[in-house]
């Protein structure tokens, strides 16, 4: 696609519940990145996806985040046993080439509300 | 570890005047460096890219200019309107050399544009 999709736009949780959040970046970019953007807050790093392998995942704030791009394309974030904490804004963002040079295409991000 | 800040946190200007956001960073060993616009309940568009090499980058009305020594960037936003009003965020990329490295945002400048 044109842009760097994800979905869905809105998630509302019940505390305790897992979700999926979806993100399909622009076809042939090789990077993918996940932030997770707090209420006021500038957007934090969560993990890094070069094709299909996550070369880093320290910005993972506990166990209960995992996330995947098994074929290195799509990618999923999941969210186990979600905490009110867990609210947020998570954004996807792409780029062509390796992590050092390109700029980065965002999505419009998922806004997951805990309650 | 990096720190970005951005300077004033909030800007409420009339329509028709240059203005000047401003960015630093803690660590000058930076990669590159981003400005970008993110509107209400939006993901972020990415306004200027500047590459550690390079000293400023200009795109229509808008210029960014980058001081890696002293770890400084502006955002100079010429004839300003109301379709500016924004939160404008900075973010640094650094070669960490060993896993991946995120891009490392400041917490945004909000400005408001009156007509």
């Known amino acids: 696609g044109a842009g760097v999709s994800q979905s869905p736009r809105y998630k509302v949780a019940k505390r305790g519940q897992d979700v999926a959040l979806r993100c399909d970046p622009i076809?042939?970019?090789?990077?993918l990145f996940w932030y997770q953007q707090a209420l006021g807050q500038g957007p934090e790093f969560l993990t890094y996806?070069?094709?299909?392998?996550?070369?880093?995942k320290s910005g993972l704030p506990s166990d209960r985040f995992f996330a995947e791009r098994p074929e290195g394309s799509v990618s999923t974030l999941k969210i186990q046993r979600t905490q009110q904490e867990d609210s947020a804004v998570y954004l996807c963002a792409s780029s062509i080439g390796d992590r050092l040079y390109g700029g980065y295409t965002f999505g419009s991000g998922t806004r997951l509300t805990v309650v | 570890k990096q720190e970005v800040t951005q300077i004033p946190a909030a800007l409420s200007v009339p329509e028709g005047e240059n203005l000047v956001l401003n960015c630093s960073f803690t660590?000058?060993?930076?990669?590159?460096l981003q400005w970008f616009r993110q509107d209400p309940g939006k993901g972020l568009t990415s306004l200027l890219l500047i590459q550690s090499s390079q000293r400023e980058q200009t795109s229509g009305r808008l210029n960014a200019s980058l001081d890696k020594s002293s770890g400084r960037s502006t955002l100079y936003i010429a004839a300003s309107q109301p379709g500016d009003s924004a939160t404008y965020l900075c973010?640094?990329?650094?070669?960490?050399?060993?896993?991946?490295?995120?891009?490392?945002f400041g917490k945004g400048t909000h400005l408001i544009i009156q007509p």
């Open positions: 076809s042939g970019h090789v990077s």
């Open positions: 973010a640094v990329r650094e070669y960490s050399g060993g896993g991946a490295d995120g891009l490392t």
């Open positions: 660590d000058s060993a930076i990669y590159n």
């Open positions: 996806f070069q094709n299909e392998a996550q070369l880093d």
